[in-house]
C-alpha cells in the first residue's frame, strides 16, 4: 500500500503548468494514486476590490469556461477523468484547502517559484496552500 492514494494537483493555466503536471503523473503512476487536477479562479471583483458598479457575471462566466476548456485539455493530455477535473471560484488557498478535505487527498502538489527576500515576505499560493493544509504538500519547482 502506498503512503498517497489521491493527489490533488493544483495549477495555473500558464505556459509553466505542464512542469508541475509531469512530475505529478510520474508520482502518481510511481503510488498507483489517483490524480485531482484543480484550477481555481479568482473572482473577477477581488481584482477591483469590488468597487466597480457593474455587473461582471459575464466575464466570470467566461474565465470560467476558458478555465474549464483550458484544463479539461491538460487532463485528456495528462490521463486525468473528467471527473477528477475541477474548477472551482475563490481565494486559491481557501478552495485548495476545502478540495483537500472533500476530495480527501493525501497529496497536494504545487508549483513554486521559489521566491526569496520581499516576494517570499509577500507570500505565494505555494506558502498559503501549505499553512493549513492537513496533508503533505509537495511543491514543484518552476524554472
Not at 495528462?78 to 487527498?105: C, F, T, W
Not at 509537495?138 to 524554472?143: G, H, N, S, W
Amino acid at each position: 500500500m502506498s503512503a498517497y492514494n489521491k493527489m490533488l494537483v493544483a495549477i495555473d493555466l500558464t505556459e509553466e503548468a505542464p512542469q508541475v503536471l509531469l512530475k505529478a503523473k510520474a508520482m502518481s503512476e510511481a503510488h498507483n494514486a489517483t490524480l485531482i487536477l484543480v484550477h481555481v479562479v479568482e473572482p473577477v471583483g477581488y481584482a477591483y476590490g469590488g468597487d466597480i458598479p457593474m455587473d461582471l457575471t459575464e466575464l466570470q462566466d467566461q474565465l470560467d469556461k476558458a478555465a474549464r476548456e483550458q484544463l479539461g485539455a491538460y487532463g485528456d493530455q495528462y490521463g486525468v477523468d473528467k471527473v477528477n477535473q475541477i474548477v472551482a471560484v475563490g481565494r486559491p488557498e481557501s478552495e485548495i484547502h476545502r478540495l483537500v478535505k472533500e476530495q480527501e487527498a493525501d497529496l497536494v502538489i504545487v508549483g513554486s517559484h521559489g521566491r526569496k527576500g520581499f516576494q517570499l515576505l509577500l507570500g505565494s499560493t505555494a506558502n498559503g496552500v501549505l499553512h493549513g493544509t492537513e496533508c503533505d504538500v509537495l511543491a514543484i519547482r518552476i524554472r
